[in-house]
């Protein structure tokens, strides 16, 4: 026994443009001053936390001029002054990073330091450690690194 079927309805929300919270713009007419986020990245720069102050239209939107684009492909624009330089790692932050990894890819008991992570969650040594048997001296530095905290087995 078939069962009518409920006939879906598409629900169709559009916004007419000027309804939009954010002023909105086609992609050959972007004011001076704006730019998306990646065009940001491509000159070094971040948002900073400053939040977009229009939308960029995409390219389906261009037929319809009088629709507010609710477009995956739409994206947002920021001002380029209120921009800042994007933030690069300080030097305590590689150390702190390089610690870290060092933290993971040394072992506890041999203390050699491999250039690969060790499973020492689970194993708590490296291979040869916990097979017994000699690493071959490509896969390890040389001048073992001390590890100032060790992982709980
Ligand atoms: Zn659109
Ligand atoms: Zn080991």
């Given at each position: 026994m078939a069962r009518p079927r409920k006939r879906?309805?598409?629900?169709?929300?559009?916004?007419?443009?000027?309804?939009?919270?954010?002023?909105?713009y086609d992609r050959?007419?972007?004011?001076?001053g704006l730019a998306t986020r990646r065009q940001l990245r491509e000159?070094?720069?971040?948002?900073g936390g400053h939040d977009p102050v229009a939308v960029l239209r995409c390219k389906l939107c261009a037929t319809r001029p009088q629709w507010s684009c609710g477009h995956p492909t739409r994206g947002f624009l920021f001002r380029v002054d209120l921009a800042r330089p994007k933030r690069t790692p300080t030097l305590a932050?590689?150390?702190?990073?390089?610690?870290?990894?060092?933290?993971?890819?040394?072992c506890p008991r041999c203390r050699r330091?491999?250039?690969?992570?060790?499973?020492?969650r689970t194993q708590g040594v490296?291979?040869?450690?916990?097979k017994g048997y000699e690493p071959s001296?490509?896969?390890?530095?040389?001048?073992?690194?001390?590890v100032?905290?060790?992982l709980a087995a």
């Open positions: 879906r309805r598409v629900e169709v929300r559009r916004v007419p443009r000027s309804d939009g919270h954010l002023p909105e050959s007419a972007v004011p001076e000159m070094g720069l971040s948002p932050q590689e150390w702190a990073l390089d610690r870290a990894m060092a933290a993971r890819s040394t330091r491999y250039h690969f992570c060790l499973p020492l490296c291979d040869p450690c916990d001296p490509d896969t390890y530095t040389h001048s073992p690194v001390p100032d905290h060790r």
